[in-house]
């Protein structure tokens, strides 16, 4: 398995922007297609969008689509979410999360590495 260690969470005002970074332990990160997921308050966890162990294959959720941007740099062991236009509903704590299959899933069950987690606020 792999080690995730999120960053870059904060508070920021609607129609704000904030870029979160993921780092990984171990030699194998390019193994591993990432994801991103958050939890709002009194909800379930959702996805919000993942990468392909090469980085060219992404997929969003309907609800964050044109504007956030996942990426990773796998010589850097780090994926990273720029998060632009944010709105109160963005509010959160997002986890990146470590799939062995080749493009990522949009379902929990398929990512075995999961980070801590990090606060996301967006204020109106």
């Known amino acids: 398995q792999v080690q995730l260690v999120e960053s870059g969470g904060g508070l920021v005002q609607a129609g704000g922007s904030l870029r979160l970074s993921c780092a990984a332990s171990?030699?194998?990160?390019?193994?591993?297609?990432m994801g991103w997921f958050r939890q709002a308050p009194g909800k379930e966890r959702e996805f919000v969008v993942r990468i392909s162990r090469s980085g060219v294959t992404t997929y969003y959720a309907d609800s964050v689509k044109g504007r956030f941007t996942i990426s990773r740099d796998n010589a850097k062991n780090t994926v990273y979410l720029q998060m632009n236009s944010l709105n109160p509903e963005d509010t959160a704590v997002y986890y990146c999360a470590a799939s062995p299959l080749r493009y990522g899933s949009s379902r929990e069950a398929d990512f075995g590495s999961w980070g801590q987690g990090t606060q996301v606020t967006v204020s109106s």
């Open positions: 171990g030699r194998t990160f390019s193994s591993y297609a």
